[in-house]
């Protein structure tokens, strides 16, 4: 609100002619803006155009290069793109004031009419009653000036009606037409812009939808180029206000479905920034992860320990995707160490891991992925085994090599003679060896044994991890 109070005053003080500049509503304002931003009552135009502290909207008012009709005309568009209806009518007021000030010096009839259309189109938009009210005095009093300056010139036509279109549609889209020649797409914005304003006041209703439709389908182009959602919003503006403001019942169904179409746009721009900032998210929670995963390597003093520890944390913390990848890494493992030799029993283990992980695993990209692998080791396993004599196939996934007696008596070695931290450690490598060997039963065991370690360790420490 501070901003539109700011943009509004300080392009009135800048257009008010410096003799009235001493108004002491104006001055009043004037002060408080200065309070507000910082502002020096006396800076010139060029300074306060340069001036990082004023919005973007009102710093283009004080652009010395343009014109103050080009400059407001900017407001006014940039108010229809943001449907902000108060500073819209503040700009076409200040459009009148600028044609009325130009029809008191010149006397000419047709500027006052300009004016008294300017005034006409802000009272329409208003919905304050009292600003209403002050428009509506300064309607009648641009009539009577108007009436009285065709007098004194000799002229008796009347003032067009609001809403009477001067050009047919075929001329008002040659005249769009005509202005596409020989300009980029900022200039084009600015023509745009410049014959809307003049379509307002000359109360040439069809020239004014057709340049609204025009900023529309320039915006929605733009946004091909730019890859920028903004656009498609500032296309949607001028789709809608094409819409309030064309006559023709076919127009109106035309606007209607460009209005559906850029809206479907936005929805799917909408799907797609989401995807990607998801999909970055993921990408950087899953690197983060990996990193963590060859962090252990320094902890352990060997890569079967480190990842093994990897395997178990992941587990805990029910991260499928660690999990998955520490056993593919220890999958890899058992691989290198099983190519020095052609070791059988080490690649069989290998094997085995990358089928646990395609158990676990929950991407199909992934998964594809590990069942080459699979195929690659079994093929390996079963040179290897003709290369050094064995023939024996490889044990299937989930047979048990102990007997569950067995499996209870290997667990229970393990705790003798070790505190919780070495425990945890050797029912974390007793674990790793019963997948790679396929030994369902010991791997169950081994996770009910940390299952058992961690809740007395939680009873001791009083820790809820």
């Known amino acids: 609100m501070v901003e539109k109070v700011v943009g509004c005053f300080v392009a009135a003080c800048f257009y008010v002619p410096k003799a009235f500049r001493k108004l ?18 006396e800076a010139t135009s060029a300074d306060l155009a340069n001036m990082d502290s004023l919005p973007d909207t009102v710093r283009r008012i004080f652009n010395p290069a343009d014109s103050p009709e080009l400059a407001c005309a900017r407001v006014l568009r940039d108010a229809i793109e943001r449907q902000d209806v108060f500073l819209e009518v503040e700009a076409l007021t200040r459009l009148g004031e600028m044609y009325l000030r130009k029809g008191e010096d010149t006397k000419d009839a047709a500027e006052m009419e300009r004016a008294a259309a300017m005034y006409t189109a802000a009272h329409v938009r208003c919905a304050d009653p009292n600003m209403a009210q002050a428009i509506e005095h300064r309607i009648r009093y641009m009539e ?29 889209a040659e005249s769009c037409q005509t202005l596409h020649q020989g300009a980029d797409s900022t200039d084009l914005e600015d023509r745009f812009t410049h014959t809307l304003v003049r379509a307002i006041a000359d109360r040439d209703g069809v020239l004014e939808v057709e340049c609204l439709k025009s900023l529309g389908d320039l915006y929605l182009g733009e946004r091909k ?12 503006a001028m789709f809608h206000r094409a819409r309030s403001r064309c006559e023709s019942p076919d ?38 992860k990996l990193q963590r995963l060859e962090s252990y390597l320094s902890t352990a003093d060997s890569p079967e320990l480190a990842y093994g520890r990897a395997l178990r944390d992941a587990i805990t913390r029910a991260d499928l995707f660690t999990e998955v990848e520490a056993l593919k890494s220890l999958g890899d493992v058992y691989l290198q160490d099983g190519k020095v030799g052609w070791k059988a029993a080490e690649l069989e283990r290998a094997a085995a891991m990358y089928a646990a992980a395609h158990v676990r695993c929950a991407d199909p990209n992934m998964a594809q992925a590990i069942e080459h692998r699979i ?20 044990p299937a996934a989930g ?58 360790d939680g009873k001791t420490r009083a820790d809820t991890s």
Request: proline share 3%; hydrophobic share 35%.
């Open 24 to 41: 002491p509503a104006l001055t009043c304002t004037v002060f408080v803006l200065s309070l507000e931003r910082n502002i020096d009552p």
């Open 144 to 172: 009577k000036l108007g009436k009285d300056a065709r007098q004194d010139s000799g002229q008796h036509q009347d003032m067009p009606a609001a809403g009477t279109p001067h050009n047919s549609v075929l001329k008002a």
């Open 225 to 236: 180029t730019r890859a920028d959602t903004s656009q498609l919003q500032r296309a949607k």
């Open 251 to 288: 127009g109106k169904q035309t606007l209607v479905h460009r209005v559906k179409f850029t809206e479907k746009l936005q929805e799917a721009a909408t799907m797609r920034q989401a995807r990607r900032a998801a999909a970055r998210l993921d990408m950087a929670s899953l690197a983060d």
């Open 375 to 394: 195929r690659y080791m079994e093929k390996l396993g079963k040179d290897s085994r003709q290369d050094s004599g064995q023939h024996q196939d490889m």
């Open 399 to 456: 047979t048990p090599y102990n007997s569950v007696l067995k499996t209870a008596e290997t667990c229970q070695t393990l705790h003798q003679g070790a505190d919780s931290t070495h425990l945890e450690d050797r029912f974390t490598h007793t674990l790793v060896r019963a997948i790679a060997n396929r030994d369902a039963v010991l791997e169950v065991e081994c996770l009910k044994s940390l299952g058992d370690l961690y809740l007395g």
